[in-house]
């Protein structure tokens, strides 16, 4: 017996240093860690031990015995990958990072942000330094995309939002929810109050079609569907037209998928997560019986990872369709395939795409229609959004890649409601520099740069650090990286000593924002949402608007 892991895997990497026998790749080290889709365990060297299973913080290690019907080809996924990479474990030493000298006093670090890559930054500081830490967020809430961003049929992803509760729990890390630097509190007074302000603000907008009739009613960015249907307070008022029969979503990640999931899957099953009761409601009343995602490439370059692919395929009520004139590959991609040294995640994107074109879908079901080499040319409709007119592609190299380029074979696709899926884009953020065209506060290794110099005492982790690519647990090693060189600054004495302390900040704040949610605030929130859920049996019932949440952090 081993154990697997699977579909959950958020990469952040907690089980690699548990496993006494060091069988779990990649690690953080090793140069495919940056894009690996997922962790995996060695079968062939697995103890059966467990002990990564108590590690991971959003439960997705399982004995090879326990699995599910819709888990039990992980088994296969982790022993391929080291048929691939043949373990060379590494029993080196741990080293334990050096604390800053007890001299120097109590660090002080103020965490704009409080998602997933705040949290792991804070978690960093916390088990390194003799620190206290202020986090602070517009919302009066914490978690970031974890709360506002992970579907609602995900709620084991979810859960790494424990392990941050769990370290959290110590009065020197302080939350400062429905506070916004720049209005409530400016760069300068954080300065002025910390020795560091780390910036982990994510990445809040999304990229645009540049397409006639984007701007039509019934088209609108996967961003704000999402936000809607986890009841994001900023979103929460919005409304999606669902009484047509098909929706189209453009690009073909895992958000993508996230949303034809969410629009397919029988409410019933959704009436069992903690998704938005307003999302619910309009659910139930949907005429949606088709979502078609179009990726402008082909499907050995789809951005989907192979674990979220797969679980389409256990979706109630739910076929996968594709043509099987869909995978037809280009000489390139196919060589890339017929490689016998090609990654096992690959092999398993096209072959999955195989098995569901090989299926007879059923006309009682929904169905995701999977289009590849399809780029969107034009949003048509007379006063609102009636078909989706795109372009064919054809893949061509271009320095070393392949990318997409149109071609004159087109077509035009009926859809009441269009969902542009193609990436976030990161925001300025007062008083900092910002590249404009990567969408970043410039920095190196997480210090940020103006004009070619450190920022002294500033620093960014997350999205607004290298961009929207990863997931959550992708943030821990990015985290880590920035609290280094923050704690080596500290060390060297490059950080200038803050004017005031904790006291004064909360006098300051208090005079700034009164209705400031505190420790206290989100767990009187976060327990009236839970005691909401269990009479349905839910999770949880969100609050979704600034006032519900206020007056539950006041009860």
């Not at 919302?139 to 609602?152: D, E, N, Q, S």
């Amino acid at each position: 017996m081993a154990y697997v892991i699977t579909q959950r895997c958020c990469n952040d990497a907690s089980c690699v240093p548990e496993c006494p026998v060091d069988c779990i790749r990649p690690t953080p080290e090793q140069p495919e860690f940056a894009t690996t889709e997922q962790l995996y365990i060695d079968p062939d060297t697995c103890i059966d031990c467990g002990a990564c299973v108590d590690a991971c913080p959003v439960e997705a290690i399982f004995s090879e015995d326990d699995l599910t019907a819709s888990l039990a080809r992980f088994r296969d996924i982790n022993a391929a990958y080291f048929e691939r990479h043949p373990l060379e474990s590494n029993f080196d030493p741990l080293v334990t990072p050096a604390r800053p000298p007890k001299e120097l006093g109590t660090l002080r670090v103020a965490i704009v942000g409080a998602g997933p890559a705040a949290c792991y930054a804070a978690e960093e500081l916390l088990r390194r330094a003799d620190v206290e830490v202020e986090m602070f967020d517009r919302l009066p809430t914490p978690w970031g995309l974890v709360r506002a961003g992970v579907a609602p049929d995900h709620s084991g992803t979810k859960a790494v939002s424990g392990m941050f509760e769990s370290a959290f729990r110590r009065e020197t890390l302080q939350y400062h929810l429905n506070v916004e630097v720049g209005s409530h509190i400016s760069h300068d007074e954080l300065l002025a109050h910390h020795h560091a302000v780390i910036y982990a603000v994510g990445a809040s907008s999304d990229r645009s079609l540049d397409v006639p009739g984007e701007d039509l009613p019934g088209s609108h960015s996967a961003t704000e569907f999402v936000a809607w249907y986890n009841g994001h307070p900023d979103k929460s008022d919005r409304s999606f037209d669902l009484s047509g029969e098909r929706a189209v979503v453009v690009g073909n990640g895992n958000v993508a998928l996230d949303v034809a999931r969410v629009l397919t899957l029988p409410p019933d099953e959704l009436a069992k997560t903690d998704i938005a009761d307003h999302a619910l409601d309009a659910l139930r009343q949907s005429n949606i019986r088709e979502v078609v995602v179009l990726g402008r490439r082909g499907p050995l370059q789809a951005a989907y990872t192979s674990p979220e692919f797969l679980a389409l395929a256990h979706l109630p009520g739910v076929d996968v369709v594709i043509d099987e004139a869909e995978l037809e590959l280009d000489p390139e991609s196919q060589a890339q395939l017929d490689d016998p040294d090609v990654e096992p995640s690959l092999r398993l994107k096209y072959q999955l795409a195989q098995e569901y074109a090989a299926q007879t879908p059923d006309p009682a079901k929904r169905r995701i229609v999977f289009r590849y080499l399809a780029s969107p040319t034009a949003l048509t409709g007379a006063d609102r959004v009636e078909a989706v007119e795109f372009a064919h592609n054809e893949l061509v190299a271009e320095d070393g890649k392949l990318a997409a380029r149109a071609t004159d074979r087109t077509e035009t696709l009926p859809a009441s409601l269009v969902l542009r899926s193609i990436g976030y884009r990161g925001q300025p953020v007062a008083d900092l520099p910002f590249d404009d065209r990567a969408a970043v506060v410039p920095n190196e290794h997480g210090r940020v740069i103006a004009d070619g110099s450190h920022l002294p005492g500033v620093y960014v982790s997350g999205w607004i650090k290298r961009g929207p690519r990863g997931v959550i647990g992708s943030n821990r090693v990015d985290a880590t990286e920035t609290v280094e060189q923050l704690l080596d600054d500290f060390t060297s004495g490059k950080l200038t000593v803050p004017q005031g302390d904790r006291a004064a900040l909360k006098a300051l704040l208090a005079q700034r924002q009164p209705d400031l949610v505190d420790r206290e605030g989100w767990k009187a929130i976060d327990a009236a949402e839970r005691n909401a859920g269990k009479s349905g049996g839910r999770p949880r019932v969100k609050f979704t608007t600034r006032e519900d949440l206020l007056e539950a952090a006041r009860g």
